[in-house]
């Protein structure tokens, strides 16, 4: 069984993780981003279509939910 | 952003600009015009009782039915929660097992804590086979493990550790097949993106970060800085474009991946204590949360607004998941028991 090649954050000091950061944030620099208000409205139109068919949304008859509640006896009215 | 190129720019041309640029920052100001969710009243359903010690974390099985539990005494449950039977236990030898997860055949189950490791345990109803005889360490780290998921086979875990690292291991073998560095301290949770988006996950941490990782080179694509404290859970959006986060500053969060940026905080003046777990209906339409002032709130994801409080547990909620098809979630407490929510 292998052991992990030895990192623990423990042992790295702060210049370490600086640097760790700033490695990381030279790579991220490149990235394209889309705009925020077109990621809102693609996500608000995901929910909505399937908002419909969403159990803990729109609920589920009695009858139908698995975890119904475990009774005895039946109830006569 | 604007310029004021000149003294004589007027006052209304710099409103307009600063309202342009206040207009699209968040999800809820985009939702406005949708129709805003009923009263919920949800209840619980099923209440798990068996764990002598506070239940740390919990997974489904994808057959919808089945839950597994760890806690802080070592046991290790396996429950049908349809009947609330007990089908397998299992002692570990450590306390704290901090994480525990469902192999995707359901024939298989993974945890760890204090031990430092991640070991599975073949499930087999043979009632003459000693489950702990067929332990097999998987994962080894240097601190705790904090987190463990399964990607799309059993063949594969991915762990989370106190070491501030995350990993990549083939179960067989044992063998490492990729590190994440990049955390600057204990790594607390994490979760796999969707199986459609391919080969992503995202951790959380007590650096207050969320790290986006690909899983083929190891690399950290994106990281998130907006939370002010410890981040105790990520969870993908359904859809895979973006994650919610949890955090002991009290809020929860939702970051898209294609802005890069935060797009939504789901807090009240009146929620002081950290979330613990989150996680998303079937939709992405709600964000239940499960906090340490034992209450689990219900988010509208769009909206922001909470829609429901749901009290019962007696003690912090530390674990929270809904069932793989979305017709209830699954909470586990410090009170020693699992509730499922319906």
Redesign the interface.
């Given at each position: 069984m292998q052991k992990m090649p030895v990192i623990n954050i423990e042992d790295l000091t702060e210049k370490d993780k600086l640097k760790m950061e700033v490695d990381q944030l030279k790579k991220e620099v490149t990235l394209e981003r889309m705009l925020v208000s077109k990621c809102c409205e693609e996500v608000r139109d995901y929910v909505e279509e399937r908002s419909g068919e969403d159990p803990l949304v729109k609920g589920i008859p009695e009858d139908k939910n698995p975890f119904k509640e475990l009774k005895g006896g039946c109830v006569i009215s | 952003m604007f310029q004021t190129t000149s003294s004589e720019t007027s006052f209304q041309e710099i409103s307009t600009a600063q309202l342009l640029f206040n207009?699209?920052?968040?999800?809820h100001?985009?939702?406005e015009r949708?129709e805003a969710?009923g009263q919920f009243v949800?209840k619980t359903?099923?209440t798990l009782k068996g764990h002598g010690n506070k239940v740390l974390c919990m997974d489904w099985c994808k057959d919808?039915?089945r839950i597994v539990s760890s806690s802080q005494d070592g046991k290790v449950i396996v429950w049908d929660?349809?009947?609330t039977n007990k089908e397998h236990a299992v002692t570990m030898p450590c306390t704290w097992v901090m994480a525990c997860a469902y192999a995707p055949s359901g024939c298989a189950i993974a945890c760890g804590g204090l031990d430092n490791k991640c070991s599975v345990y073949p499930l087999t109803f043979d009632k003459n086979e000693n489950m702990a005889a067929k332990k097999k360490?998987?994962a080894?780290?240097?601190?705790y493990l904090s987190a463990c998921s399964f990607t799309n086979s059993d063949m594969q875990i991915l762990t989370a550790s106190g070491?501030?690292?995350c990993?990549l291991w083939d179960v067989e073998s044992?063998?490492?097949l990729q590190?994440f560095?990049?955390?600057?301290?204990?790594v607390l949770c994490l979760d796999l993106a969707p199986s459609e988006t391919g080969n992503t996950f995202v951790s959380g941490g007590c650096d207050k970060k969320a790290m986006v990782w690909d899983m083929r080179s190891g690399?950290?694509?994106?990281?998130f800085e907006t939370h002010e404290s410890d981040i105790n859970s990520v969870r993908y959006?359904?859809?895979g474009?973006?994650f919610a986060s949890g955090s002991d500053d009290a809020t929860c969060r939702l970051y898209?991946l294609?802005?890069?940026?935060e797009?939504a905080i789901y807090s009240k003046e009146s929620i002081i204590f950290g979330a613990s777990s989150v996680d998303f209906?079937?939709?992405?339409?709600?964000l239940f949360a499960g906090y340490n002032d034992y209450t689990i709130n219900v988010w509208d994801?769009?909206k922001g607004s909470r829609v429901s409080i749901l009290f019962g547990h007696e003690n912090r909620v530390s674990t929270l998941r809904?069932s793989p098809?979305?017709?209830?979630?699954c909470s586990g407490s410090w009170d020693h028991t699992l509730r499922?929510w319906?």
């Open positions: - | 207009v699209c920052r968040n999800l100001q985009v939702a949708v969710l949800m359903r099923r919808k039915r929660s349809f009947t360490s998987v080894m780290h240097t601190n070491d501030g690292t990993a044992g063998q490492l590190s560095h990049g955390h600057g301290a204990d690399q950290c694509v994106q990281a959006y359904p859809s474009d973006a898209d294609r802005a890069d940026r797009v209906s079937l939709s992405g339409r709600l994801v769009l809904v098809d979305g017709t209830a979630f499922v319906a």
